[in-house]
């Protein structure tokens, strides 16, 4: 394709001292998709990252609050209506670009919200570090499994941060007050407008030498483990508190059962314990089944904005 084809893509690159990497990242974006206006948001470097940029045909923004999801929002918050797609990868020279033309022209003009690069390590790992720390293989494939429990919209790598989106998805997005929880964001507000998500397989490599990851294996995955709770709570809240209330009613029955039942029997309520916890346990139910309606009816008004937004969106770039 010619440099023209590109000027509607907008890349965004957050960034965190990367000064090993960010040349590389901004110059295979360019050989990739020539013409495109590539963001680097700076999320506080205190190396040589933006002397290095400097260096580049690119735009500069800074986020002071920590976060690749603070970045990314601040990179969300700038597209104009110039921008078709918008493509946001790590600067970290760590994913392969050269599937960035089929994705972007699937997003263009296929009709995509959103096409994931699912990440194929083991070829192009050559003097770098290994693709995966300790620990990360096995929370990705568990963090995808657990994403696609919750939020059924067909992403194979939940966790990918190589992600080219359409422009009406990007502005329907309220998310991004986060670290490494952005991408379970971006995966709940799919789910919530139902949009159409693919996949592409995109080459991924460790990290070249000097180059360190931000990622803490533990604590952020304790956090993008509880955002996923939180955003199934907020977005299938009946099905969430159905898990709770459920059970309790079921038990609930039981207890109340055995207590009516010697009552038929002597005229006694000689399991008196059994028929408080039999009615506590119902009454809970009760509130729990009650909660999620409420919080579901909220969550489809969520759903009507969100998606108002988006239509609106879509007509603006039209």
Sequence with gaps: ???????????????????????????????????????VVDNGSTDETLS????????????????????????????????RAVFMVDADDTYGVSEIEKAFHMVTDKGYDMVVGNRVAGTTN?????????GHRLGNATFSLVGNLIHSVGIRDSLSGWRMMSAAFVRSFPGGASGFE??????????????????VDVAYRGRADGSNSKLRTYSDGLKIFRRNIQIFKNDQPFKAFSILWVPILLISIYFTQRAVSGYLKSGLVEQLPSFIAGVSGLSIAGLLWVTGMNLERSKQI??????????RSKGFNE
């Excluded at 050559?126 to 300790?134: D, L, S, V």
């Excluded at 969520?302 to 239509?311: H, K, Q, T, W």
């Design 182 to 199: 952005i991408e379970a964001e971006l995966n709940g507000h799919a789910d919530l407008l139902k949009c159409a998500i693919s996949n």
């Design 126 to 134: 050559h003097g770098r570090a290994p693709e995966y720390k300790r």
């Design 1 to 39: 394709m010619n440099s023209k084809s590109y000027q509607d893509l907008l890349v965004i690159l957050p960034t965190l001292n990367e000064q090993y990497s960010i040349a590389t990242t901004i110059k295979s974006i360019q050989d990739a998709a020539p013409g495109c206006k590539i963001l």
């Design 302 to 311: 969520r759903s009507i904005v969100a998606r108002y937004e988006y239509n």
């Design 52 to 83: 290095e940029c400097s260096k580049h045909d690119v735009q500069i923004a800074h986020e002071p609050n920590k976060g690749k999801g603070y970045a990314i929002r601040c990179g969300f918050s700038l597209i104009t209506k110039e921008h």
